[in-house]
């Protein structure tokens, strides 16, 4: 089992960034492909972006030209660069893999844009 664990989560104004990082436990995360998800309260989880283990991304077009996702597999860290931010970004930031049998959910990191 892998441990994630999310952070770089807080309160910004809109229009603003923010920079998640998620650590994993184990090496074995270089070797698949991750993914960011969010789940804003009421709502259901949704998968926001996603980067394979040859740097390719995608993204759901809310996010499309806002977010970045990269990683880092020396350090089974995989980061989400958010800019421009909007109050319809703020949820609970999750990562894991992007589908199949998902790993156990980390605490998440909450992302809030208030003014």
């Known amino acids: 089992q892998v441990q994630l664990v999310e952070s770089g989560g807080g309160l910004v104004q809109p229009g603003g960034s923010l920079r998640l990082s998620c650590a994993a436990s184990?090496?074995?995360?270089?070797?698949?492909?991750m993914g960011w998800y969010r789940q804003a309260p009421g709502k259901q989880r949704e998968l926001v972006a996603s980067?394979?283990?040859?740097?390719?991304?995608m993204y759901t077009d809310s996010v499309l030209g806002r977010f970045t996702i990269s990683r880092d597999n020396a350090k089974n860290t995989v980061y989400l660069q958010m800019n421009s931010l909007k109050p319809e970004d703020t949820a609970v930031y999750y990562c894991?893999?992007?589908?199949?049998?998902?790993?156990?959910w980390g605490q998440g990191t909450q992302v809030t844009v208030s003014s």
């Open positions: 184990r090496t074995i995360f270089s070797i698949l492909p």
């Open positions: 980067i394979n283990i040859g740097g390719s991304t």
């Open positions: 894991n893999k992007p589908g199949g049998s998902l790993w156990s």
